[in-house]
């Protein structure tokens, strides 16, 4: 029996028809019926909006069991995957972003340029560098156009860049993360306009997205926000920022910097 120590009070409700869609060393995701993504993440992570966090040795032992296109059975209490049953945390997290009178409408240019790499643009340093990339400054237009009421299509500017969240969607959090520490985004209507995200981009993608638009981060994420008022945490939060995947973390901190030079010119 494994017990899931933490999740986030966001993740969706465990009874749906899940079967597993990918197991990596650090998650097992979960698909349900209606496309819902249920994650289980391996402790030492932080918690995403859409996680139940099991301790580090349950995780590796049900990893270790599992494949891809595996059914789960389903119960009240737990989650049947092949012979382990994982029960439903009791402790649940709340993961929306409150935005502070101070708000985060700076950040430090040492902590910004700096040599680690970005999915697309090369080193944080040199995507930072002026004249920004054409691609970069679109992005920053596209995001006041919407920030301003406009319109906005963003299905055919998502899913391009590696991984299971690519650049440009990790661009958009960081951007979002911005918008909403700084009170300029206060509804959950930023895709009102765009078709279907699932469509242009991953699932895992299309999850953080859909959360980010809604105001709801991955923990790492609201340590970095709320450091940026508290200068003395914010090299940890940073540093636990860079952290995230491959280059998740340096796209959506260049995601969060180009926010912020978006809001400057509302």
């Not at 869609?21 to 289980?40: H, Q, W």
């Not at 009178?101 to 995507?127: C, F, H, M, Q, W």
């Not at 650049?167 to 958009?172: A, K, Y």
Request: aromatic share 8%.
């Amino acid at each position: 029996m494994i017990y899931a120590q933490a999740s986030s009070l966001h993740a969706p409700y465990h009874l749906d028809n899940w079967r597993v869609a990918g197991v990596y060393t650090r998650a097992i995701n979960l698909v349900g019926k209606s496309g819902n993504l249920l994650t289980l993440q391996r402790a030492g992570n932080g918690i995403s909006p859409m996680s139940w966090v099991l301790r580090s040795h349950d995780f590796d032992s049900l990893r270790e069991t599992l494949t891809s296109g595996c059914k789960v059975n389903v119960t009240p209490h737990y989650l049947e995957l092949g012979k382990r049953k994982v029960y439903a945390p009791q402790r649940r997290y709340s993961l929306r972003l409150v935005s502070t009178a101070s708000g985060g409408n700076t950040i430090p240019e040492s902590y910004v340029k700096r040599g680690d790499e970005t999915g697309l643009y090369g080193p944080l340093s040199s995507a930072l560098s002026h004249p920004l990339h054409s691609e970069l400054l679109k992005l920053m237009s596209l995001f006041r156009q919407t920030l301003r009421g406009r319109n906005v299509d963003w299905c055919s500017h998502l899913g391009k860049g590696p991984g299971l969240t690519p650049t440009h969607d990790d661009l958009l959090v960081g951007m979002l993360l911005a918008a909403r520490l700084n009170g300029v985004l206060k509804d959950d209507r930023f895709f009102a306009a765009s078709g279907s995200l699932r469509a242009a981009t991953t699932m895992v993608s299309v999850a953080y997205l859909e959360y980010a638009a809604r105001g709801i981060f991955a923990s790492p994420l609201l340590h970095f926000a709320y450091a940026l008022s508290k200068t003395e945490r914010l090299p940890m939060a940073v540093e636990q920022l860079l952290s995230l995947g491959h280059t998740s973390g340096a796209d959506t901190l260049l995601g969060f910097w180009l926010g912020l030079q978006a809001i400057r010119l509302l």
